[in-house]
Every structure is written in C-alpha cells, then in structure tokens.
C-alpha cells in the first residue's frame, strides 16, 4: 500500500493563498464608491479632511494594536516558557492592560475634544456666509439672507456655495428631529425642534456633492436627500443674483396653459413662485425650480417628464410626503403644469 502525499492539502492552501489577493482585487472596484459624491473619505472642505485624519489615525492606531495584541496572544500560547514568565510579569500586565489604554485613550479624548472645538469655530472676522435650512417631512427649506446688493430668496433642497470662504449653515426642524449631513463637507448634526443649532465649514474645490438626512424622521426619510453645488466665488455671485430675481411670466401659449393650470389647481396655497400670485408656504419654493438639479428631495432629475410624474403620482412615488397627487390632470394639463415649472429656470 503506498502511502497517501499530502498533495491535496498543499494544493488547497496554494488556491487559498491565491484565492485572497483575487477577492481584494475583485473587491477594489467597490473602492471606487469611497470618492464619490457622498462620501466623508473624499473630503471636499477642511472639517471633512480634519475628521478623514481622525479616521485615519483611529484605523492604523487600531489595527496596528490589534496585530500587536495578536502577537502577544501567540506568543503566551506558543513561546518558549522563559517568554510567557517575561508576558505573565505583572509589570507587563500593568503596562499593557493598564497604562497604555489610559494614554492611548486619553490622547484621543483630547485629540477627539480639540476637534470638536475647531470644528464649530465661527469663521475668523465673521465674514462667513450664513444661510438657514430647515429640514421638514421630507425635504429641506433653504434661506439665503440679503448681502450687500444680493437680496434674499428662499430655495429647496439644494445648498450652493462659494469656494473658499466660510460657509455657516444655522439649521432648524419644523416638525421632528432630523439631521443634516453632507459628508464631503462636515460631520453630521442634529435638526432640533425649537432650537437652533449650526454647522460651519469651507468648501475648497467646485464641485457636486449631495446631502441627507441622517436621523429616522417618519416613513419617507430615505427619500431626504439635497444637492450640493461649490462654485467659484464670481459664478456663486451671478448664482446668488437670479435666485432672488422673480419668476420670469411664462412665454409660449403651453406655458400659460401650464400657469393657468397651477393657479387653478390651488398648487400656489402650498407653493410659493415669486412675481405671481402663488404665495403658499407649506411647500418649496417654485420660483426657480427648473434651475434645480432634482425634486422631491433628491428623488429624480429635474425634467418635464419627472416633473409631470411627480405632480400626478407624489403619493405613489413618495407615499406619505405631505402633497397630493394630481392624477385627475388630464395628460394636457400635466404636460402644460410640468412645462411651466421647467421653464422656471
Ligand atoms: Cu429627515
């Protein structure tokens, strides 16, 4: 009888050995999600880098503690004895179990403290931007103040800021507890009922970005998303100007139907679209929403066919927002309303 080689073993472990870098490799496009438009480790202002360091140092610092700890593991199982007399020496053991948690540990308390402070400091000379978002069930109102010649204008569900200068965002609930993130820019922050609380950060390159809403606030808080846009100072400005000017009257015969059609559907008791006589308060702002990147709190692109979707459908695309559906607008009357509100660009 001969005997058995460990031939299939060997070759098992050889497959495993192999098998490890393929799964990372075949993992590493996932890596790509990391930079993407939301995403604290592609830090887009300087509160994001300034906690992307602390991530950093808390994932080396554990993993390195962990293969030391590791270490020490095998060796009190494995080392010869005179090592594991040297490992079960109660000064080892105060030193390692004792000591260094509590400098480690307190390090980062101070560190974590320090950051915390640096974080929420108010802009040096009080030359930040200040706007107001409120979040509501389940979209965000957005406040632009007046400065210096640009009037204020009220906006939804988009953030847009300059590059470069301070940006503070003074942040209120109008019903539950929400919470707003936009995790290129800052850490994550608590919208209070009744109070007021801030965020302050500098964005320092263009860009896309998105935010949401990161505290459960009813049934469609999934769907509470915003758009984030950095622009360059000058582009900011001329932004900043057409915001506040009013809703241009509507132009073509379909679009003065579409007109028509708000007014007569009593959309304007919840919308307000600025320079007509729809003055309502309930909902976003309408007046520039064809300028918009999305509606419905991020859900879909701002076009004539998702506009016209949303109208008839609100209560089967988002069911619970607080808007009805328009499902008895004939396909006309959709077509007209939803061409009217593009053009609000
Ligand atoms: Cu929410």
């Not at 993130?181 to 922050?189: D, R, S």
């Amino acid at each position: 009888m001969t005997r058995q080689t460990p031939a299939p073993r060997a070759a098992g472990r050889t497959s495993l050995f192999r098998a490890l870098p393929r799964a990372a490799l075949a993992l590493a496009p996932a890596l790509g999600g990391c930079m993407g438009p939301q995403s604290a480790l592609n830090p887009a202002a300087d509160d994001a880098a300034k906690l992307l360091l602390l991530t950093e140092i808390m994932t080396v610092g554990g993993a390195l503690i962990f293969t030391a700890v590791m270490i020490f593991v095998g060796l009190a199982v494995w080392a010869p004895p005179r090592w594991r007399g040297w490992l079960a020496r109660r000064e080892t053991v105060v030193a390692g179990g004792i000591v260094f948690p509590v400098l480690t540990l307190t390090a980062l308390l101070i560190y974590g403290l320090w950051l915390m402070r640096v974080t929420n400091a108010p802009a040096p000379g009080g030359d930040a931007l200040t706007i107001t978002v409120t979040g509501e069930q389940y979209w965000w109102r957005v406040h632009y103040p007046a400065e210096g010649d640009a009037a204020a204008f009220a906006t939804a569900n988009e953030v847009q800021v300059p590059v470069g200068r301070p940006v503070r965002i003074l942040l209120e609930a109008a019903d539950v507890v929400h919470a707003f993130w936009i995790p290129n820019y800052a850490g994550k922050v608590d919208m209070i009922p009744g109070r007021q609380t801030a965020i302050q950060f500098t964005p320092d390159r263009p860009g896309q970005f998105r935010g949401l809403c990161t505290e459960f606030c009813g049934d469609q808080h999934a769907r509470m998303a915003f758009d984030v846009v950095a622009l360059p100072p000058a582009e900011f400005a001329a932004w900043r100007q057409r915001q506040a000017t009013d809703a241009a009257p509507p132009a073509a015969a379909f679009t003065v139907l579409g007109r028509e059609v708000f007014t007569r559907s009593g959309c304007g008791s919840c919308h307000a679209v600025r320079g007509s006589d729809a003055k309502g308060e309930l909902g976003p702002d309408l007046t520039h929403v064809g300028s918009r990147r999305s509606i419905g709190a991020g859900l879909y692109p701002t076009n004539i066919g998702t506009l016209a979707g949303w109208i008839s459908g609100t209560q089967q695309l988002k069911p619970g927002a607080r808007m009805p559906s328009y499902g008895s607008l004939s396909g006309e009357e959709l077509r007209a309303v939803a061409g009217y509100l593009d053009q609000l660009k």
